[in-house]
């Protein structure tokens, strides 16, 4: 099962920081899910809610600041410890830090439908100009958002955020034509999730910070889970697979003496 950084290691340093999806990538992560807000000059930045009030000292809507501004902001109000100040990074930023990187959910949160016309033209350009068909998916509760991204680009994955049993999130991404189901963790069953496969989607859980949760989704067929805890976690797996291979074969243990 994979593991998604939330915001980067949400748990582990502060959310959706330069430092924190660093901090995750040195200890191995390659997978993150992290959140896109449109600053005022129009950049792409990482930041989960539409103003800075919750995680800076600032108050605002984030498109009420550029992308330099929000840089020169400090992030770790309301999150993880840091020692050191950290801003608001743009994508493209974080992009150049990181090579490597294996698969990115870029959730898009809804805003108004000007500024969200606008981020999905800079999300379009950035996924072609770097290729990024095969390592990107964007994400969004917001459906219309979703068909502007497939409108633009059919090639572009898509996947609906999930959070309610009701109405049918499923069919809504299915019509939708999504490669990706995002769901709250605790919605899902495992007729749900093998009902997403069916239908070629990929199932991702969020937010997952229990060992034993992580588990009960693995059996259920989950493909991967998005934690603020990924180092511990992958840790954990890395661990399991370890003590697996170090274990003697079924009839090969010796027989007492």
């Given at each position: 099962m994979i593991v998604y950084g939330h915001r980067g290691a949400k748990g582990e340093a502060p959310e959706n920081t330069l430092p924190g999806?660093?901090?995750?990538?040195?200890?191995?992560?390659?997978?993150?899910?992290?959140?896109?807000?449109?600053?005022?000059?129009?950049h792409p930045?990482?930041?989960?809610?539409?103003?800075?009030?919750?995680?800076?000292?600032?108050?605002?809507?984030?498109?009420?600041?550029?992308?330099?501004?929000l840089a020169d902001m400090d992030a770790r109000r309301n999150t993880?410890?840091?020692p050191r100040k950290t801003g608001i990074p743009s994508l493209e930023t974080l992009l150049e830090e990181l090579d490597g990187l294996e698969h990115l959910q870029l959730e898009v949160k809804k805003d108004n439908r000007a500024r969200l016309n606008v981020l999905g033209n800079r999300l379009t350009?950035?996924?072609?100009?770097?290729?990024?068909?095969?390592?990107?998916t964007?994400?969004?509760?917001?459906?219309?958002?979703?068909?502007e991204m497939r409108r633009r680009d059919k090639n572009i994955r898509?996947?609906?955020?999930?959070?309610r049993k009701f109405p049918n999130p499923l069919n809504l991404a299915t019509r939708l034509g999504c490669d990706y189901?995002?769901?709250?963790?605790?919605?899902?069953?495992?007729?749900?999730?093998?009902?997403?496969?069916?239908?070629?989607?990929?199932?991702?859980?969020?937010t997952v910070n229990r060992i034993h949760?992580?588990?009960?989704?693995?059996?259920?067929?989950?493909?991967?889970?998005?934690?603020?805890?990924?180092?511990?976690?992958?840790?954990?797996?890395?661990?399991?697979?370890?003590?697996?291979?170090s274990l003697p074969a079924r009839g090969n243990t010796p027989e007492p003496a």
């Open positions: 999806f660093v901090h995750a990538y040195r200890h191995g992560i390659r997978h993150f899910e992290l959140d896109l807000v449109l600053s005022k000059d129009g930045v990482l930041v989960h809610d539409l103003t800075v009030d919750r995680t800076t000292g600032k108050q605002g809507n984030v498109g009420h600041y550029t992308a330099a501004e993880s410890a840091w350009e950035v996924i072609q100009r770097r290729n990024m068909y095969q390592t990107t964007i994400t969004s509760a917001d459906p219309w958002f979703l068909r898509i996947g609906l955020v999930a959070e189901f995002c769901a709250n963790w605790r919605i899902l069953s495992t007729q749900m999730v093998n009902l997403a496969h069916k239908r070629d989607m990929q199932v991702s859980a969020w949760d992580m588990l009960q989704l693995e059996d259920m067929g989950v493909d991967s889970i998005i934690t603020d805890y990924p180092t511990s976690t992958r840790m954990f797996f890395d661990n399991r697979a370890k003590a697996s291979l």
